[in-house]
């Protein structure tokens, strides 16, 4: 059944008052510090009905937090910056600055809509949710890989794309150019939308080690291969617009899609040809062990390959320390789903259209305390019962809790 969001004003106050996990949420935006050395100087901005934004809100502790948090039910919560002063005293410092925010991406399913052929603009299916599912196993390899980023959140945006927050102290403490030289070096979409997979003069031969690792990690598990069939980028010739083609060797590859006729016949084709490992492999000879590409020709898969799966990151995101981000654990208001954070290995098992959603989380507390009252555990009726610890939302909870661990110690 679709979301009536209609229903969004009377859901919101039970669902902050029972499910928002308030103190692991504080517990994470501390990081070990004390309240009034780190907490307080975070900025929180809630969104109302009809757009509107009340920003630089600040809070001395986890009650003061949770009573705002329940008094107002914002349809949206921003999380922004630690600042070198209160937010909520903003005006009163002519020095008012951010100092620190954690390193954030976001990757949005919609910059895909060149290549995605299932769906389109809002709308997100489980074939066009593995465009999200690589993004994040690739951008989650190479932060830690690369960077050794160890404390890194993984959240649905509640309607078509992820967000990710690197709670590491080192990352928090970048300032603005350091984030802009991450951001970029992560970014492989350079010019005119192509994916850049070589680097370096003359030729522009050399594959650095970001795409190959990159490449790597899209062709583990199968996942990008049910793709190629899915999305039908392999029955006609157009796949093999590749800026860097060499008419000679376009023109082979032409030639043996009147062999290689099915999506299936062609992507063992493309594989044959151009990678060495699938090749190596091979036990039957059906003339492409001969196909032999040099100079640029040879980046063919890779750039066919990542070009449909490498992250296409909005940069702006990342680049600024004052930026706001949408927390984990809000509600989107027109889809109704809750942003939760998600397992990365356990990602593409994630279905978008069965994710915890605001009318069925709400719709579960009176089970959920008949189930308490029934439970003849002295013990457990003893403990403060939490309900977000329980049902659809507990999982993912766990998942929070897990990352929130890491950042307090990383």
Partial sequence: MSYNSIRLPQDLPIYYK??????????????????????????????????????YRSYHDELSFFKALTSTNPEKLDIGAVYNHEPINNKRHTDYQAVERELV?????????????????????????????????????????MFGFKARMWVFSGRRGVHCWVGDKKA???????????????????????CEVTEGRAKMTRVPPIVRD????????????????????????????????????RKQMLDLLETFKTPEERWHMLRSVFDEGYRRNLT?????????????????????????????????VSTGTNHLLKSPFCIHPKTGNVAVPLNVEKIDEFDVNSCPRIDRVV???SSLLAEREADENEDSKNRKFLPYKHGALAPYVENFEKFVYLACIS
């Fill in 214 to 249: 990159a490449f790597n990690v899209a062709m583990k598990d199968g996942i990008f291969e049910k793709m190629v069939l899915e999305q039908g980028w392999l029955e006609n010739s157009d796949f093999l617009d590749y800026p860097y083609l060499s008419e000679g060797f």
């Fill in 105 to 145: 991406f976001d990757i949005d399913l919609t910059d895909y809509d060149p290549i995605r052929n299932c769906c389109k603009n809002a709308t997100v299916c489980q074939k066009c949710w593995k465009f999200m599912v690589l993004a994040v196993k690739i951008l989650d390899f190479q932060l830690d890989d």
């Fill in 284 to 316: 039957s000879n059906d003339g492409l062990q001969d196909v032999m590409p040099v100079m640029r020709d040879r980046n063919f898969l890779l750039y066919f390959v990542l070009q449909r799966c490498y992250p296409r990151l909005d940069v702006n």
């Fill in 363 to 365: 719709e579960e507390l």
């Fill in 172 to 194: 928090r403490m970048l300032n603005n150019t350091q984030r802009s030289a991450i951001a970029t070096r992560l970014n492989l979409f350079k010019k005119n939308g192509h």
């Fill in 18 to 55: 029972n499910f928002f996990p308030a103190k692991p949420f504080v517990k994470w935006l501390r990081y070990g510090l004390s309240y009034g050395d780190y907490f307080n100087r975070r900025e929180f901005a809630f969104i109302l009905a009809d757009d509107v934004h009340i920003r």
